[in-house]
Each structure stands twice: as C-alpha cells, then as structure tokens.
C-alpha cells in the first residue's frame, strides 16, 4: 500500500513512526542512564547524556551488606514461580474439564469464572486483609503466593478454554479408543499440543505475580521478605529521592520479565489478542 | 422372540456401563475443576460478600464492629475528598481512554500498512506494556521531578520555559499522571486493534478501492465497522482495569496534593491504613454498581463471541 505513497506522504509517515519510537524509548533510555550516573552528577550537572557512567549503584544494590535487594529478588521469584507454576496447573485441569467434559452446571462454573476475572483487586483489598490476617498468613509469602495464583487463574483458564477448544476432540478421544485412561490422554494428548497456550498463560501468570505491589504492600510487614515492587516503592517514600539507586532497582525488576516477554512474545501477543479479541 | 431374547442381555449389560463411564466422565470433571472454584470462592466471591457487609458496619482493627446501614456512605458523601475523588476518578479514566483510542487506532493504522521490518515495530510498541507497571510510573516520577526530571531539563534547555516547571502541583499533577498512565497503558490497545484489523477480509478494501474510496472513507466504512466488537471489548476491560488502577497514582503523587488526584483504590487504601475498616469498604463499595454494569456487558459480549 505503500509503494502507492507519493515522497511526502513517505516523509510523514516515517517521521510519524520516529516520534513514535521516541516517546517509547526515551523513557527507558533515561531511566537507564539516571541508574548509572551518581547523586552528584544528577543534581549538580543535569544532562541527558551518560556523563560519568558508573556501576556504583549496581554495585552498592546488590551489596549484601548494604541492603536486602538479593533477598527481594529472591521473595519475587519464589512467589511468581508458585503462583505460576500452581496456577497453570489448577486451570489447564479446570479449562480440560470446562471444555471437554459435560455435567451439571459446567456452564455457571465458566461464568463464575469470567466474573472473577473481571472483579478488580481494589474491591478485594480490604476484605482479604482481614482473611488473610485471620488465617495465620499475614506477613508471610505463602500468603501472597495463594493470593496471586488466585488471581491468574481465572484468566489462566479462559484463555487455555480457549486453546483447548481449538484442538480437535478426536485426538484425544482416539487416544482413549487406543486405551489411554482420560488423564492420560490429557496429558500426553492435549497439553502438548497447547504448549503455546500454556507458555503464553504462564508468561501472563508469572509477570502479574512479579509485578504486583499492592497485596505486596498489605500482606508483608517484615523488610526480608518484601517483593522487588514492594522494596522499591519504600525506596521512593523519603523526602530525598537517592534516584541512581532507584533507577538501577528499576532497572534490575523490569530485566527478568522483559527478557520473558521478548523470548515468548509471538505466543504472548497471541494470547493476548484470543484475550481481547477473540475470546 | 428369539432376537430380543438375544438382544436383551446386552443391552442390560450396556446400559449398566455406560451409565458409569458418564457418572465417571461427571466426577472427573467436578473434581479438575474444583480447585480453581475453591480458591475462587475463598479468595475472590467471599471477599466481595464480605466486602459488602463489612461497609454497612463500623468495624475497626480488632472489633467485629456494629451494624450501621447506610451511614459509612453518608459519612463519605458528606466529605469533600470523595466528591473529589468521584470527580478524579472521571477526569483520569475519561482522558486516559480518549487518548488511548485516539492514538491507539492512529498507530495500529499506521502500523498496519506494508512498512519495513514489521516485526521490530510491533515489538517497540510492546515495550511500554512488557515493562512492569511499577517500574513504569517510578520512571515518569523520574521523568516530571523538578530537580534531576529530563522533561524540565528539556524545557530549560529549549528555552521554552526559564523556571522549573512543578508537574507535581495541583493543576499538573493529574496531567501528569494521565500521560504516564498513558504511556504505560497504549500497546495494549495498539495490538489488539491490530490484532482486529487482520480479521478484516481484504477484499473490503480492494472493493472500496475500486469504487475510489479515500483513505478516510476506508477508515471510516470498513476499518471502524470491522473493530466495532474490538475496540468495545478494549474500552470496558480497560475502563474497569484504570479506574482500578492503584500503582499509578499511589507511586506518582500518592493522591496529592491536597487530593488533587485522589482515586477511590488509594482513598480505600488510606482508609485500611487508618484501621477504619468499615468506611474504607465502603469506598470500595461505592464503586460497584459500575463495575457491575461494565462487568455485565463485557462478560455478555465475551460469551457470545465464545459461541
């Protein structure tokens, strides 16, 4: 369509698609030079250029001794991967039962399911609070890993729902005429067959968990076994703003998922548009 | 005779069986999908009765609280920082979505032509959306601060203002946190709207072509038509999701000043920090019976584009 395009009309729209590509990236680009640059060379001779680039922030975060960053990284991954790993597994089983298996009120359970998925965290907040104090788990992280694998899961299964659906019955019915028990064409049939269903949940899974701040902010008192969100918004709360170390933190959270986003983005941009689209 | 006497032993002997496969088939299936209608019910369904309730007593830290009715809501009305906080809420998710549509089409449009190296736009655009939400908003606090903030030190430098420009003030404040609500927010609709634009048939536009239709008549008649359900689907999820949206404001301007971007999750979260239990539900609550009618319809059209 293009090829059609007169020369100015080529100008504009590649000038359109720079602007575009520098409001998305120069946020980032700042966000990583301010974490390599030290207090002084930020206050006293602001530029927008990396002048003086040191590690130092880097370095003083990572500092077991200087801070408890190693162990919130630690928290992060422990309850993202919990979360995660639970929440897969509960809703490919529920997604398998919702769409292959037929009994009393399956439908409800699907509705029940979409309306949970809709139901803002805000409206929860505070009656969780309270559970969660009242059954021991306040200030813990299995706490906020059964929070988190709660929340995944209902889009978790509408999206696998999905998924499973658009992978023909007689494939795992023909595993059973051959002798395979249900489970055993579900899991040898059907789940390898939805791997990029089930990546694509997982990366979704995995990235709310590891970004959420706050149930993190509610449920956990104690300083070491705060989650990286949580550890870096108490880094924000002073009245002065120590922002190469903020930066570099920043910059230290957002690597793990981006690096996940970008390794499965054909299949999360899929399941994303199933998500929104399609469903 | 002879044939139903023959007949007879098998049926009896298949009906008994088949009736246990299906009995089977039923108790596998309550039993997969229990977990997750378990944890539903424990940490999503009895939270949201139980928020309800909460709101209609004065519970505080420690006690079971009495009942009250109405007078939590009562009590919010009356202050000014809710009406504040109503007309915020507007304000913000209002301008987030205009713009969000606005510039979401434009760049799905533009990127949905034959440019080169397809795939390293599409990912660009991800950005925003892949880094995480917090991290976000702390960079766009980095970016509005008045000492160390690269906008005001473009600013300056461009000589189009010659003082620090305070986006955290009263006036700036919600500006500034819409546009990094904004920025944060956009891909997500640019790659659905994309994600749309491939299930328009083709031959629309090749049609239209012939028929000499400009740019803007195909936009206007195939295009917007053809996202209807699309750009519907985006609008109410994220509604429901920014008018909820907690991390932006709270890591931004923390509601200030003096409440100037104060939305009704902070206000809650406040209220919970204030122990008052009660009337921080009821903040919360306050907001459901908008949540109910955009859930409604979103959950409506979701279940008959399923069928």
């Not at chain 1, 299964?157 to 795992?172: A, E, N, Q, R």
């Not at chain 2, 039923?26 to 977990?35: D, F, I, M, N």
């Not at chain 2, 083709?202 to 295009?223: C, K, N, P, V």
Request: glycine residues 6%.
């Amino acid at each position: 369509m293009l090829t059609r395009l007169t020369l100015q009309q080529k100008i504009l729209y590649y000038s359109l698609l720079t602007i575009l590509a520098l409001i998305i990236l120069f946020p980032i680009y700042y966000m990583v030079i301010i974490s390599l640059k030290l207090p002084k060379d930020i206050y006293r001779t602001p530029s927008l250029l990396p002048i003086n680039a040191t590690t130092q922030n880097y370095v003083d975060l990572f500092d077991p001794d200087k801070g408890n960053f190693l162990l919130n990284i630690r928290n992060s991954f422990i309850v993202a991967g919990s979360a995660t790993f639970v929440s897969v597994l509960f809703s490919s089983m529920a997604a398998y039962s919702l769409v292959r298996l037929r009994y009393l009120y399956r439908d409800w359970f699907g509705r029940l399911i979409l309306l949970a998925y809709l139901t803002p965290g805000s409206v929860l907040f505070i009656p969780l609070s309270v559970i969660i104090a009242r059954l021991q788990l306040g200030n813990t992280l299995h706490g906020l890993i059964f929070v988190y694998l709660t929340f995944s899961t209902p889009l978790s299964t509408w999206l696998l729902m999905g998924y499973f659906k658009s992978i023909p019955v007689d494939l795992d019915e023909q595993a059973m005429v051959d002798g395979a028990t249900r489970i055993q064409a579900f899991f040898q049939i059907l789940l390898p067959l939805s791997a990029p269903g089930l990546i694509a949940v997982s990366v979704f899974a995995f990235t709310g968990a590891w970004n959420e701040l706050l149930f993190g902010l509610l449920f956990v008192t104690s300083p070491d076994l705060r989650t990286v969100p949580v550890a870096i918004s108490y880094l924000i709360t002073g009245d002065v703003f120590r922002w190469g170390l903020i930066m570099a933190a920043s910059v230290s959270a957002a690597v793990p998922v981006m690096i996940l986003y970008y390794m499965a983005q054909r299949f999360v941009v899929k399941g994303l548009s199933a998500g929104a689209v399609k469903m | 005779m002879t044939q139903e006497v023959i007949r007879s032993p098998q049926m009896e002997q298949a009906k008994p069986s088949r009736m246990t496969l299906r009995q089977s088939e039923r108790l596998t299936g309550y039993l997969l999908v229990a977990p997750v209608i378990a944890c539903i019910i424990a940490l999503i369904v009895f939270p949201f009765f139980y928020a309800i309730s909460i709101s209609f007593t004065d519970k505080m830290v420690g006690t079971e609280g009495n009942f009250v009715g109405l007078e939590n809501f009562g009590y919010l009305l009356r202050q000014s920082r809710f009406t504040e906080t109503i007309r915020n809420t507007i304000v913000l998710v209002t301008s987030v979505q205009l713009l969000k549509l606005v510039f979401g089409m434009g760049i799905a449009v533009l990127l949905n032509q034959e440019v080169r190296g397809k795939n390293i736009w599409r990912g660009l655009i991800l950005l925003p959306w892949a880094m995480p939400a917090f991290v976000a908003f702390i960079t766009w606090k980095l970016l509005f601060a008045a000492q160390g903030g690269a906008i005001n030190m473009i600013l300056l430098g461009t000589g189009l203002t010659t003082t620090h420009v305070d986006f955290m003030s009263k006036e700036l404040a919600m500006p500034s946190v819409i546009i990094a609500s904004f920025w944060r927010g956009f891909p997500f609709w640019v790659i659905s709207f994309l994600a749309g634009m491939q299930n328009i048939p083709q031959e629309r536009y090749e049609a239209a072509a012939l028929d000499g239709a400009s740019a803007w008549g195909r936009f206007r008649y195939i295009t917007l038509p053809g996202l209807r359900h699309v750009i519907l689907v985006v609008v109410l999820l994220s509604t429901i999701a920014t008018t909820n949206s907690f991390e932006a404001i709270w890591l931004i301007t923390g509601g200030g000043p003096s409440n100037a971007t104060m939305t009704f999750p902070v206000l809650a979260y406040y209220g919970l920090q204030s122990l008052r239990i009660g009337e921080a539900a009821a903040v919360s609550v306050s907001l459901l019976p908008v949540f109910a009618v955009l859930a409604f319809i979103v959950a409506v059209l979701l279940q008959r584009q399923e069928d």
